[in-house]
DNA sequence: CGGTATCCGCTTAGATACTG
DNA sequence: CAGTATCTAAGCGGATACCG
């Protein structure tokens, strides 16, 4: 796919003769990126999803307990529940062991491997963002305190 | 930050001495990465914040209803609502400009537009890793028809 | 051990109507 | 033009109890 952002011309030009549409914004909309995008994002953006990914990225198979240790504050059903999406969009693969007692095992798959890399970018930029975000909604909530107004 | 995913070893031997924590880890949860994922993930991860960043991603100074037209199917409210988050995090400034009518511009704080990149990557994996999620989710359902129970 | 079932509250997002 | 206000439905997530 060779998608790129429109250059400001580009942009401009959209903008002014309103009919016409960039390859760019096609490609954001319904049929394109913007339905893939939204799709992943409900999956991962989720409270969960990342965090799972995370444990399950040093490429070893965790059975079902060690993830809850490895994620403090999941209940048992979340950690089902972001399981099974996780297993259901062929990102997580799951083990189960005929034993007694049984024993499951997760791991992530090659799909699943691919996604380490763009979720420890995430994860860097929230890390390195956070204070600054932090500290700009302190600003933004002193300065409204007073009027329900934004811009008064 | 040196943190980095623990050695297979590391892992095992955070295992069995179930006390221990590794530093990776105590890195994800609450006081570390975790609380930064979660809530930047929290935003983020909504419907639209991603669509509105690849919309002012480009550069050039956008207003709200040029925004809206960049962004099909959002309402007057959603983009508002998700506008004024990403202003209180500081990732958008607004500029009002007292006219009749009114003007208003929204672009990117240069904290927001170090947001474009780990946007794109994730962005790219979805748009890559669509087909196969899509298809592993049909996988999954149609095995799935019959019991509720999941391993039988 | 590794789940499932149920209930319930909170947040998110859409539709609609109104405004400086 | 660029919002705000209100209402409502749906989804997400937590707590608890029970099960193979």
Redesign the pocket.
Known sequence: MAIRPPTLEETTAAENSNARISEYESACVAGGQGEAIRDVL??I????TLLIVRALSVGVRL????L?RHIP????????????HLERDGLVR?T?HAEV??????ELTDIGTTLIEPARALGSWATESYLSVLASRERFDATLAGG????T
């Open positions: 409900n999956h953006g989720n409270k969960w059975r079902f307990t060690q809850q504050g999941i209940s048992q059903r979340m950690l089902t529940v972001t399981l099974r799951r189960l007692p049984p024993r499951v095992e997760y329900p107004n934004h811009s």
